[in-house]
């Protein structure tokens, strides 16, 4: 049974983020997975809270270089808590 980490990550494999609705999607889910609050996320984007609020809303996306770094920053973050919870079968 797949848990949300892993959905996670198999949702971010090869996403088309020229859709503002998956980055959104990919943002909002990377955050609640990690536990990132929008002043966190802030600051580890460089941007403004308002600006990832608008991010994990759907209203804005970064230019597109951005929106593979801020979806690979939050998936490694994910799989680093997927690792660290994981347990040995």
């Known amino acids: 049974m797949e848990n949300e980490f892993d959905k996670y990550l198999t949702e971010s494999k090869n996403p088309d983020l020229r859709d503002k609705l998956t980055f959104s999607r990919l943002v909002s889910t990377g955050l609640e997975l990690t536990g990132m609050t929008l002043r ?8 403004a809270p308002g600006t990832v609020s608008r991010w994990e809303n759907g209203y804005c996306a970064p230019p597109m270089i951005a929106r593979e770094k801020v979806v690979s920053l939050l998936v490694a973050r994910v799989r680093r808590i997927r690792e660290r919870i994981a347990v040995p079968v």
């Open 40 to 47: 966190e996320a802030a600051v580890t984007f460089k941007t």
